[in-house]
């Protein structure tokens, strides 16, 4: 199992150089320079010396390479330099919306586990029902709707109309993690529904399932000992996705309810051409996402025998 391990953290590491490097050229190579447009939104005529010297406190008027090797060492020391807007440490800033974003992706997961998978394994157990149609419609239903309308069509409803919960609040508060959580939920929930339901339905039809209910076994132990067993590779990598995508931050949720985490961080960055930030953002989801692939596959290497048995024989 090390071994194991040790070999996927080492085939990890170009892959991360390699995103970074790619991002870092593209924002460089994109148009537009962050000094040149920072000054000319300030509402001020600035002169060309002062421009050339903020581009060399920045370290802008290096080469790409020379600018790339810096930036790499300095985020492998922890210095991921300063922010062109605010001039604040970019690691400190970052470090401090965390908390919000990872709040709200255990909130989410969690509200999904608790009605995904009961939903699924309902709808499969009375396949061609009229529980299993009005639970397949519902999914459908939700899983249609983009994140931003179903956000909207919440805050319509619970805020406005019934006044339940605040439309908008600037504190990271419980009240105001109920709409995003719902709103990431409806969508999750939904999608990983008709992935349940089609992971355990094809399930029951295996022989072992036969088998069991012909030697008396009952229902609920075939499918909460076997069923549910054999199923959980495909729900465990349906939630590996989920809890990479959700821990960059969902930028639209995240700017419709100004709920304050990593995604509102990088789209602000990314308007006001904070390349720092926008760096670190990148540098930060493509950790999560190769970390959470990581953890995917010692999951499916400790839970499938099969997976064990190919990378033996590899």
């Given amino acids: 199992m090390w071994k194991y391990i040790v070999k996927r953290l080492l085939q990890l590491i170009p892959i991360l150089i390699g995103i970074t490097f790619l991002s870092f050229a593209m924002m460089r190579l994109a148009g537009g320079d962050a000094v040149t447009y920072m000054y000319e939104n300030a509402g001020t005529a600035v002169s060309q010396e002062i421009i050339d010297e903020a581009k060399a406190k920045y370290g802008l008027d290096k080469p790409f390479l020379v600018q790339y090797v810096n930036w790499l060492g300095g985020m492998l020391t ?3 330099g300063e922010s062109y807007v605010s001039h604040k440490d970019v690691f400190e800033t970052f470090v401090s919306k965390l908390p919000a974003t990872l709040l709200l992706t255990l909130s989410s ?7 995904a998978i009961p939903l699924g394994i309902l709808s499969a157990v009375r396949h061609n029902r009229w529980i ?8 459908f239903i939700g899983n249609s709707m983009p994140n931003f309308f179903a956000a909207l069509v919440l805050m319509y409803f619970l805020s406005i109309r019934l006044q339940w919960l605040p439309v908008i609040t600037t504190d990271n508060t419980v009240v105001s ?23 355990v339905l094809e399930e029951l039809n295996r022989d072992y399932v036969a088998g069991a209910k012909a030697r008396g076994v009952r229902g609920h132990v075939i499918i909460w000992k076997s069923v549910m067993k ?13 809890i990479g995508s959700l821990l960059g931050g969902t930028a639209i949720v995240e700017n419709i309810f100004m709920w304050d985490g ?3 961080l990088a789209v602000d960055a990314i308007t006001m051409r904070d390349y720092p930030i926008i760096q670190a953002y990148v540098a930060w989801m493509a950790i999560i996402y190769v970390a959470v692939n990581l953890v995917t596959d010692i999951i499916y290497h400790y839970l499938d025998p099969r997976v064990r048995l190919g990378g033996n024989e590899a």
């Fill in 132 to 139: 299993d149609y009005l639970i397949r419609f519902l999914s």
């Fill in 177 to 199: 993690l109920i709409l995003p959580t719902l709103t990431l939920t409806l969508s999750m929930a939904s999608k990983y529904t008709r992935q349940v339901r089609t992971a």
């Fill in 78 to 80: 922890g210095d991921m």
């Fill in 109 to 115: 997961i969690l509200l999904t586990v608790i009605i």
């Fill in 262 to 264: 990593v995604g509102m």
């Fill in 230 to 242: 054999s199923s959980m590779l495909t729900i465990i990598t349906l939630l590996a996705l989920s």
